[in-house]
């Protein structure tokens, strides 16, 4: 099983929609989540951190559910600049350090 | 704002050829990281690195991989022999210090990368 694992896309959605991403991992000692963004040929760049009790950042919000493994992001009222690669971020931690694993990305077309 | 510089933009170099990879992190971060991006893949993490020592690193940061603090300020990925494969997308990214208590901490701020190109 991949340790970080997301839905492959292509999501091609209009201007206005609502979207929702889905992403699990495998290592259940894993400690701080993210969302990342990426733009073609640009590195990443954080979108937001996850939290346990779900959070929000205007349009967007992430949900966390360890029990279950899964990290969520969801994106209201979708723009044309929201076009981007969106990457689920998970930092797992062991003694001597931690290892920063990230999900292979969902693809995101917006368009008008 | 802050940011980690990459140099050079993009290297072409024949196989079998050594390359250096060079970044600068943030200023204040303790924690340093490679990764790469293979054009169309996925991110890959290849090494992290804290006070002066590897703290992790993948199965593919093998023994042609190393990483340098040479001074205050640079953090360096050499590659000692490069084979076609190894052409990508190398990002550095930095972090500050690294806290099990800080949920939403350990955020790793990513240079603009160095495009490798092996021919």
């Known amino acids: 099983r991949k340790e970080v694992e997301q839905d492959p896309g292509p999501f091609n959605v209009p201007e206005g929609a609502t979207v929702a991403f889905n992403c699990t991992y495998s290592n259940s000692a894993s400690q701080s989540f993210f969302w990342y963004r990426q733009d073609c040929r640009k590195e990443p760049k954080l979108l937001m951190s996850?939290?346990?009790s779900g959070n929000e950042d205007g349009r967007f919000t992430a949900q966390l559910n360890r029990a279950s493994q899964y990290i969520s992001l969801l994106i209201r009222d979708s723009k044309l600049s929201d076009s981007a690669t969106y990457l689920c971020?998970?930092?797992?931690?062991?003694?001597?350090?931690?290892?920063?694993?990230f999900g292979a990305g969902t693809r995101l077309f917006v368009k008008a | 704002e802050p940011e980690v510089t990459q140099t050079p933009s993009h290297q072409v170099t024949q196989m079998g050829q050594e390359v250096i990879l060079r970044c600068v992190p943030i200023?204040?971060?303790?924690?340093f990281y490679w990764y790469r991006q293979i054009l169309g893949q996925k991110v890959e993490f290849l090494v992290s690195f804290y006070n002066n020592e590897i703290s992790e690193k993948s199965e593919i940061f093998d023994d042609q991989f190393s990483v340098e603090r040479p001074d205050g300020s640079n953090f360096t990925l050499k590659i000692r022999s490069t084979k076609l494969e190894d052409s990508a997308m190398y990002f550095c990214?930095?972090?500050?210090?690294?806290?099990?208590?800080?949920?939403?901490?350990?955020?790793?701020?990513f240079g603009a990368g160095s495009r490798l190109t092996v021919l």
């Open positions: 200023s204040n971060h303790l924690y």
């Open positions: 996850v939290y346990s």
């Open positions: 971020v998970v930092n797992s931690y062991r003694t001597g350090g931690f290892k920063t694993i």
């Open positions: 990214a930095s972090s500050e210090v690294v806290s099990l208590a800080k949920p939403g901490a350990n955020v790793l701020t």
